[in-house]
């Protein structure tokens, strides 16, 4: 058998270590060969793939990023684009494909898989842990404690200067990232995109803090929104897979906390740095465990499915359950934030 391999959308820690388990456990105990496609879904669409063999994977565990690069494109808003797909597929001799990547990767793999045969196995990836049907996707362990170590360090000049500090972290529409890492950072406001916020009541917190001179860090999420107005917005151009350009709430939030309360504030935007670097140790466990078990899907021949993480254990389950729809904070774990504000 011939197994083709390829990373979608945004890039995140745990990648390498992902592909690195697929190729060796299919090659040492099945004897497998490989093909890696370039740049997602751009690869198998134009034909553009790398060798993958164990040379090839020897050494990228602790690499953050994709030896096989990434992109966001949608061959589903491509002319002809299954037909091409398929016929590199069927050019490169690939029995099956393993697809690793977030909501937009692993749609397109189930669109292929459902309506058009294509023989997909989906690996759940994203730092922002949206992804429905597991408990937690890799990438997003090292995002939170690259964020929460921010946040640690923005303590001590805070309380320097005594201003606000406005911490903005990703997580596009589900505010994850920003609830685990403004917990264990100690922040005195999280704002969710789960949750419309009040400019007053945030201002009325950061107030109180100062009260008993103690400079508030404010942790927002990018696609948080006010409770009388709507996302902010980078610009108002879409990707391949329509989805708009999230940054800049914090910085609006920050220039509302000072025109309210008289409180110098400033942002930090920690945008990419969340994705890049050295995967954490849980994110290495579970992308190689993704991994392992996705090779030995493929040689079930159990297509349409994704790996998935339930409490420890990986199972399958359909595509379609995986991609169907968000998973966003529960406001009851929210609620619980809610002790530490103000």
């Known amino acids: 058998m011939r197994v083709g391999v390829l990373t979608g959308g945004g890039d995140c820690p745990g990648l390498n270590a992902v592909i ?32 993958l063999d164990i040379p090839a994977v020897r050494g990228i565990l602790p690499r953050g990023g994709t030896i096989l690069g990434s992109s966001r494109t949608n061959p589903l808003k491509t002319e002809n684009g299954v037909r091409r797909v398929k016929e590199n597929l069927a050019k490169y001799e690939v029995d099956a494909l393993v697809a690793i990547g977030g909501e937009d990767t692993l749609g397109v793999a189930t669109t292929l898989s459902d309506e058009y045969g294509v023989p997909c196995v989906g690996v759940p990836k994203t730092i922002d842990n949206d992804l429905a049907a597991t408990d937690y996707t890799f990438g997003f362990d090292t995002a939170v404690n690259i964020a929460t170590e921010a946040i640690d360090r923005l303590h001590t000049t805070a309380e320097s200067h005594m201003r606000v500090l406005v911490v903005e972290v990703m997580g596009r529409h589900a505010g994850w990232i920003a609830l685990h890492s403004g917990l264990a950072g100690g922040a005195n406001v999280i704002l969710v995109p789960e949750q419309r916020f009040d400019v007053d009541q945030v201002c009325a917190w950061v107030e109180s803090r100062f009260k008993i001179r103690y400079a508030p860090i404010v942790v927002i999420a990018e696609g948080a929104m006010p409770k009388d107005g709507d996302v902010v917005l980078k610009d108002g151009s879409l990707d391949s897979f329509g989805h708009v350009r999230l940054s800049g709430v914090g910085e609006w939030l920050a220039k509302e906390i000072e025109s309210r309360t008289g409180k110098e504030a400033r942002t ?35 297509f349409g499915k994704m790996v998935a993480l339930r409490g420890t254990d990986i199972v399958r389950v359909p595509l379609a359950e995986a991609t169907k729809q968000l998973k966003t904070v529960d406001p009851k774990l929210y609620a619980e934030a809610g002790v530490f504000f103000g």
């Open 20 to 51: 690195r388990a697929i190729v060796r456990k299919g090659v040492q105990e099945y004897a497998y060969d490989f093909v890696g496609f370039r740049d997602g879904w751009r690869g198998p669409l134009e034909g553009d793939t790398v060798p």
């Open 268 to 302: 930090t935007v920690l945008g990419h740095v969340q994705r890049g670097g050295t995967p954490s140790a849980f994110d290495r466990w579970l992308a190689t465990r993704f991994g392992l078990h996705a090779i030995d899907a493929v040689r079930d021949r159990d």
